[in-house]
Structures are given as structure tokens and as C-alpha cells.
């Protein structure tokens, strides 16, 4: 047996089913798809057979697999960026005097040979938002005690995703200047893993 609705009643349902969709797209466009962080992400695999020396400490990065797209909220600019990331292995078991901090600003990226603007390593760790929740709380330094050896993640800023893209052709390189020394973590591809020159 069937049962009547009533006009009232399927005017009712159908006019909360219109609220939920129309609160639902809202909440779409809010959220722009994007996670506000990072978070922890699992960082590509380090092929430790070939690495830069700076005297007894030894530095190596993995392929630059890791992507990530940040929120226009939280970035001065204004717009979306697109981020590349990966391990960045900090060897100092064999220095038995000093510990040894690396800096973001120990860091120089190229494209294709040059410094394109906004393109920089961004962050040595995985980082969160500022106190004020309304921009990204970076990790500038890191430090690794003597006879210790660690992994971090290492963030590049490509810059706004109106100019950059996440598909980088050509030649990346990573330049690191360390106590008097430079190496250059050259990636052609950059999923492969870097040669060092």
C-alpha cells in the first residue's frame, strides 16, 4: 500500500536538500582543496651511494619526487605555491669535535641555470602555521650534534603556481655552501636521484 506526501512535506524536504547542497559547494570553495600544511609526509628514498663532503661531515638529498601546494591564505603573495620536497641526510658520525648547522640561507636553487624569482629551499623540517595562524612558521636551521646522523625534510618554494609549475624540465640544481666549501646537487630529471658536482 502506498502512502500520499503531502504537498507541504515535499516542499519541506526539498527545500533542506537545496540548503545542504548549496552549504556544501560553499564549503568547497573554502577549503580550496588544499591542505593548509604539509603535514609529515614520507620523504623519497636517499641513495646514500654518492654524497658531498665537507671535511668530516657528508650531505646527500633524495630525488625531488615529494609536491605539495600550499593555500592562498596562508601565503603573503596572495596565491597558491607549488613546493617540492625531499630527505635531506646530514652525516656527521665521523666528526668526532663539533656538531654542524645548516641553514636555509646555506642554500641557492637553479632552474635551467638561473635563480628564478620566489625559487628557494624554504624550510629544513616539516613546518606549521605561525603563532597568529596567518602564515607559515618555516624551520630555518638545523643542527646535528658530533658523531650523530640525521634525515629532515627540505622544502623548495617553485613560487606562485600562476608562474611556476610543479612540472619542472630541464636542470635543477641545489646549491650548498658549507664551511668554505660548495657542492651542487645537480637534478635532470628531478625524480632521478641528484649527481654532485
Same mark, same amino acid.
Given at each position: 500500500?502506498?502512502?500520499?506526501?503531502?504537498?507541504?512535506?515535499?516542499?519541506?524536504?526539498?527545500?533542506?536538500?537545496?540548503?545542504?547542497?548549496?552549504?556544501?559547494?560553499?564549503?568547497?570553495?573554502?577549503?580550496?582543496?588544499?591542505?593548509?600544511? +604539509?603535514?609529515? +609526509?614520507?620523504? +623519497?628514498?636517499? %641513495?646514500?651511494?654518492?654524497?658531498?663532503?665537507?671535511?668530516?661531515?657528508?650531505?646527500?638529498?633524495?630525488?625531488?619526487?615529494?609536491?605539495? /601546494?600550499?593555500?592562498?591564505?596562508?601565503?603573503?603573495?596572495?596565491?597558491? &605555491?607549488?613546493?617540492?620536497?625531499?630527505?635531506?641526510?646530514? %652525516?656527521?658520525?665521523?666528526?668526532?669535535?663539533?656538531?654542524?648547522?645548516?641553514?636555509?640561507?646555506?642554500?641557492?636553487?637553479? &632552474?635551467? =641555470?638561473?635563480?628564478?624569482?620566489?625559487?628557494?629551499?624554504?624550510?629544513?623540517?616539516?613546518?606549521?602555521?605561525?603563532?597568529? =595562524?596567518?602564515?607559515? *612558521? @618555516?624551520?630555518?636551521?638545523?643542527?646535528?650534534? *658530533? =658523531?650523530?646522523? *640525521?634525515?629532515? +625534510?627540505?622544502?623548495? %618554494?617553485?613560487?606562485? /603556481?600562476?608562474?611556476?609549475?610543479?612540472?619542472?624540465?630541464?636542470?635543477?640544481?641545489?646549491?650548498? *655552501?658549507?664551511?668554505?666549501?660548495?657542492?651542487?646537487?645537480?637534478?635532470?630529471?628531478? @625524480?632521478? %636521484?641528484?649527481?654532485?658536482?
Amino acid at each position: 500500500m502506498s502512502e500520499l506526501i503531502t504537498r507541504r512535506t515535499f516542499l519541506k524536504a526539498t527545500g533542506a536538500a537545496a540548503l545542504v547542497a548549496a552549504a556544501g559547494s560553499m564549503l568547497v570553495g573554502c577549503g580550496e582543496g588544499y591542505g593548509a600544511t +604539509p603535514g609529515n +609526509p614520507t620523504l +623519497p628514498t636517499i %641513495d646514500t651511494g654518492t654524497f658531498a663532503t665537507f671535511g668530516s661531515t657528508y650531505v646527500d638529498m633524495g630525488p625531488l619526487t615529494g609536491t605539495w /601546494v600550499s593555500r592562498t591564505t596562508y601565503e603573503s603573495d596572495g596565491w597558491r &605555491h607549488n613546493y617540492l620536497y625531499t630527505g635531506l641526510s646530514i %652525516d656527521n658520525s665521523y666528526n668526532t669535535t663539533s656538531s654542524v648547522t645548516i641553514s636555509t640561507s646555506n642554500f641557492t636553487c637553479k &632552474h635551467n =641555470g638561473t635563480t628564478e624569482s620566489g625559487l628557494k629551499v624554504c624550510s629544513l623540517g616539516n613546518f606549521g602555521l605561525n603563532s597568529a =595562524g596567518t602564515g607559515f *612558521k @618555516y624551520v630555518s636551521s638545523v643542527t646535528v650534534a *658530533k =658523531g650523530d646522523r *640525521k634525515t629532515f +625534510p627540505i622544502y623548495i %618554494d617553485l613560487g606562485p /603556481v600562476n608562474t611556476t609549475s610543479l612540472n619542472v624540465r630541464g636542470v635543477f640544481t641545489v646549491e650548498l *655552501k658549507l664551511g668554505g666549501k660548495t657542492a651542487t646537487f645537480k637534478y635532470q630529471p628531478i @625524480y632521478d %636521484d641528484p649527481t654532485i658536482e
